[in-house]
Protein backbone atom coordinates (compact mmCIF):
# COMPACT_ATOMS: atom_id res chain seq x y z
CA UNK A 1 0.00 0.00 0.00
CA UNK A 2 1.10 3.54 -0.58
CA UNK A 3 3.15 4.99 2.62
CA UNK A 4 2.39 8.86 1.03
CA UNK A 5 0.02 10.85 -1.16
CA UNK A 6 0.86 12.89 -3.38
CA UNK A 7 -1.49 16.56 -4.53
CA UNK A 8 0.86 16.67 -7.56
CA UNK A 9 -0.73 13.33 -9.30
CA UNK A 10 -3.87 12.57 -11.24
CA UNK A 11 -4.90 10.25 -8.74
CA UNK A 12 -3.46 9.37 -5.57
CA UNK A 13 -4.76 7.18 -2.18
CA UNK A 14 -4.04 5.64 0.99
CA UNK A 15 -5.13 4.41 3.85
CA UNK A 16 -7.00 6.43 6.75
CA UNK A 17 -4.72 5.87 9.04
CA UNK A 18 -1.61 5.86 7.65
CA UNK A 19 -2.88 9.37 6.17
CA UNK A 20 -3.94 10.49 9.61
CA UNK A 21 -0.31 8.87 11.39
CA UNK A 22 1.75 10.60 8.37
CA UNK A 23 -0.62 13.48 6.97
CA UNK A 24 0.76 14.57 3.73
CA UNK A 25 1.91 18.48 2.70
CA UNK A 26 -1.08 21.14 3.49
CA UNK A 27 -2.42 18.79 6.20
CA UNK A 28 -1.10 18.86 9.78
CA UNK A 29 -2.63 17.00 12.62
CA UNK A 30 -3.79 17.64 16.60
CA UNK A 31 -4.27 14.69 18.96
CA UNK A 32 -7.19 15.95 21.25
CA UNK A 33 -8.72 13.92 24.09
CA UNK A 34 -10.96 11.74 22.54
CA UNK A 35 -10.29 12.35 19.05
CA UNK A 36 -7.96 13.35 16.01
CA UNK A 37 -8.26 16.67 14.76
CA UNK A 38 -6.85 17.11 10.99
CA UNK A 39 -6.01 21.09 9.48
CA UNK A 40 -5.56 21.49 5.86
CA UNK A 41 -5.03 24.75 3.80
CA UNK A 42 -7.78 25.74 1.92
CA UNK A 43 -6.01 27.29 -0.07
CA UNK A 44 -4.74 24.13 -1.96
CA UNK A 45 -7.78 21.65 -1.00
CA UNK A 46 -10.90 20.81 -0.81
CA UNK A 47 -11.83 18.38 1.49
CA UNK A 48 -15.19 16.87 1.83
CA UNK A 49 -15.06 13.92 4.58
CA UNK A 50 -17.24 13.37 7.71
CA UNK A 51 -16.39 12.81 10.72
CA UNK A 52 -15.48 8.96 11.28
CA UNK A 53 -15.02 6.08 14.15
CA UNK A 54 -11.68 4.44 12.71
CA UNK A 55 -10.10 1.89 14.55
CA UNK A 56 -8.40 4.45 16.35
CA UNK A 57 -10.63 6.79 17.27
CA UNK A 58 -12.71 9.69 15.98
CA UNK A 59 -10.88 11.49 13.47
CA UNK A 60 -12.21 15.43 12.37
CA UNK A 61 -11.37 16.89 8.93
CA UNK A 62 -11.62 20.55 10.58
CA UNK A 63 -13.85 22.79 8.48
CA UNK A 64 -14.71 20.38 6.10
CA UNK A 65 -18.36 20.49 4.70
CA UNK A 66 -18.66 16.83 4.65
CA UNK A 67 -19.60 14.43 1.81
CA UNK A 68 -22.51 17.01 0.74
CA UNK A 69 -21.85 20.42 -0.27
CA UNK A 70 -24.99 22.77 0.06
CA UNK A 71 -24.84 26.10 -2.18
CA UNK A 72 -27.37 28.48 -1.96
CA UNK A 73 -26.17 31.32 -4.26
CA UNK A 74 -24.92 31.65 -7.47
CA UNK A 75 -22.34 33.34 -6.24
CA UNK A 76 -21.65 30.19 -3.76
CA UNK A 77 -21.79 27.74 -7.23
CA UNK A 78 -19.48 29.71 -9.00
CA UNK A 79 -16.75 29.59 -5.95
CA UNK A 80 -17.29 25.99 -5.82
CA UNK A 81 -16.96 25.46 -9.54
CA UNK A 82 -13.94 27.09 -9.11
CA UNK A 83 -11.97 25.54 -6.07
CA UNK A 84 -13.11 21.78 -7.28
CA UNK A 85 -10.94 23.28 -11.01
CA UNK A 86 -7.70 24.48 -9.59
CA UNK A 87 -7.31 21.89 -6.44
CA UNK A 88 -6.72 18.51 -5.31
CA UNK A 89 -10.16 17.40 -4.07
CA UNK A 90 -9.85 14.52 -0.76
CA UNK A 91 -13.45 12.05 -0.17
CA UNK A 92 -13.25 9.35 2.04
CA UNK A 93 -14.05 6.14 0.37
CA UNK A 94 -14.60 2.37 1.80
CA UNK A 95 -13.65 -0.93 0.89
CA UNK A 96 -15.19 -4.41 1.76
CA UNK A 97 -13.33 -7.32 1.01
CA UNK A 98 -15.44 -9.93 -1.26
CA UNK A 99 -13.33 -13.14 -0.58
CA UNK A 100 -15.05 -16.06 0.72
CA UNK A 101 -12.54 -16.20 3.85
CA UNK A 102 -13.97 -12.86 5.05
CA UNK A 103 -17.48 -14.25 4.52
CA UNK A 104 -19.21 -14.22 8.60
CA UNK A 105 -21.14 -17.26 9.25
CA UNK A 106 -23.46 -15.45 11.24
CA UNK A 107 -24.56 -12.81 8.13
CA UNK A 108 -22.73 -10.17 9.76
CA UNK A 109 -21.22 -7.41 6.88
CA UNK A 110 -17.26 -7.74 7.14
CA UNK A 111 -16.01 -4.38 8.47
CA UNK A 112 -14.84 -1.58 5.81
CA UNK A 113 -11.86 -0.10 5.25
CA UNK A 114 -11.51 3.39 4.62
CA UNK A 115 -9.19 5.45 1.97
CA UNK A 116 -8.41 8.57 1.45
CA UNK A 117 -8.45 9.56 -1.85
CA UNK A 118 -6.93 12.17 -3.76
CA UNK A 119 -8.40 14.02 -7.63
CA UNK A 120 -6.58 16.52 -8.89
CA UNK A 121 -8.67 18.88 -10.03
CA UNK A 122 -6.40 21.17 -11.80
CA UNK A 123 -5.14 18.59 -14.12
CA UNK A 124 -6.81 20.03 -17.58
CA UNK A 125 -8.79 16.30 -18.44
CA UNK A 126 -10.00 16.31 -14.90
CA UNK A 127 -11.14 19.69 -15.03
CA UNK A 128 -12.45 19.41 -18.54
CA UNK A 129 -14.53 16.28 -17.11
CA UNK A 130 -15.74 18.48 -13.89
CA UNK A 131 -16.74 21.36 -16.14
CA UNK A 132 -18.59 19.65 -19.01
CA UNK A 133 -20.46 17.46 -16.29
CA UNK A 134 -21.33 20.25 -14.27
CA UNK A 135 -22.63 22.42 -17.72
CA UNK A 136 -24.95 19.96 -18.47
CA UNK A 137 -26.34 19.41 -14.90
CA UNK A 138 -27.18 23.75 -14.69
CA UNK A 139 -28.26 23.11 -18.06
CA UNK A 140 -30.99 20.62 -17.10
CA UNK A 141 -31.94 22.33 -14.43
CA UNK A 142 -32.34 26.27 -14.57
CA UNK A 143 -33.64 28.08 -12.34
CA UNK A 144 -34.13 25.23 -10.16
CA UNK A 145 -33.17 23.21 -6.79
CA UNK A 146 -31.15 20.22 -7.82
CA UNK A 147 -28.90 17.68 -6.16
CA UNK A 148 -25.64 16.13 -8.19
CA UNK A 149 -23.74 13.61 -7.55
CA UNK A 150 -20.03 13.51 -8.68
CA UNK A 151 -19.08 9.70 -9.79
CA UNK A 152 -15.25 9.13 -9.10
CA UNK A 153 -15.31 5.05 -9.32
CA UNK A 154 -14.26 4.71 -12.57
CA UNK A 155 -11.59 7.15 -12.25
CA UNK A 156 -10.77 5.16 -9.13
CA UNK A 157 -10.75 1.60 -10.42
CA UNK A 158 -9.16 2.63 -13.76
CA UNK A 159 -6.18 3.81 -12.08
CA UNK A 160 -5.71 0.61 -9.55
CA UNK A 161 -5.87 -1.29 -12.85
CA UNK A 162 -2.78 0.61 -13.73
CA UNK A 163 -1.19 0.59 -10.95
CA UNK A 164 -1.36 -2.96 -9.73
CA UNK A 165 2.57 -3.63 -8.92
CA UNK A 166 2.27 -0.60 -6.51
CA UNK A 167 -0.72 -2.37 -4.34
CA UNK A 168 1.01 -5.25 -3.98
CA UNK A 169 -0.52 -6.03 -0.94
CA UNK A 170 -4.40 -6.04 -2.53
CA UNK A 171 -3.36 -7.71 -5.49
CA UNK A 172 -5.02 -11.49 -3.81
CA UNK A 173 -8.15 -9.42 -2.46
CA UNK A 174 -10.84 -8.94 -4.75
CA UNK A 175 -12.89 -5.74 -3.18
CA UNK A 176 -15.58 -3.80 -3.82
CA UNK A 177 -15.24 -0.36 -3.47
CA UNK A 178 -18.20 2.39 -2.12
CA UNK A 179 -18.54 6.31 -1.22
CA UNK A 180 -16.96 6.75 -4.22
CA UNK A 181 -19.13 10.14 -4.84
CA UNK A 182 -19.23 13.96 -3.66
CA UNK A 183 -22.68 15.02 -3.84
CA UNK A 184 -23.04 19.10 -4.53
CA UNK A 185 -26.79 20.16 -3.24
CA UNK A 186 -27.96 24.11 -5.28
CA UNK A 187 -30.82 25.72 -3.16
CA UNK A 188 -32.83 27.99 -5.38
CA UNK A 189 -35.19 30.33 -4.05
CA UNK A 190 -38.17 29.38 -6.08
CA UNK A 191 -41.35 29.39 -4.75
CA UNK A 192 -42.87 26.09 -6.56
CA UNK A 193 -40.17 24.36 -6.91
CA UNK A 194 -42.05 20.83 -7.83
CA UNK A 195 -39.17 18.93 -9.68
CA UNK A 196 -37.11 19.22 -6.60
CA UNK A 197 -39.88 18.59 -4.13
CA UNK A 198 -40.72 15.02 -6.38
CA UNK A 199 -37.76 14.03 -6.76
CA UNK A 200 -36.66 15.01 -10.56
CA UNK A 201 -34.03 17.43 -9.82
CA UNK A 202 -31.38 14.55 -8.84
CA UNK A 203 -28.44 14.22 -11.50
CA UNK A 204 -25.13 12.23 -11.43
CA UNK A 205 -22.23 12.79 -13.64
CA UNK A 206 -18.79 10.59 -13.68
CA UNK A 207 -15.29 11.49 -13.13
CA UNK A 208 -13.12 8.93 -15.41
CA UNK A 209 -9.80 10.33 -16.78
CA UNK A 210 -7.06 8.69 -14.17
CA UNK A 211 -3.69 9.22 -15.76
CA UNK A 212 -4.02 6.93 -19.14
Not at 23 to 43: H, I, N, Y
Not at 117 to 140: Q, V
Amino acid sequence: MRENISSRSVLDFMKLEAFVNRPPAGFTVERRPGCRLLKWDPEKSCVFIDDIHSREGKVIFYNSPGRKITVRTLGEYTDLRRQLTLKTIYILVSAYDNTKGEEKSNGDVPAAEYYVLAINGSHPMIRWEMERGLDKTISSVAGESYTVDVDVSAALQGWMRENAQALADMEKVERTWKDTHFTIKYRSDALFDFPYWFGFSKRQFKVSYHGR
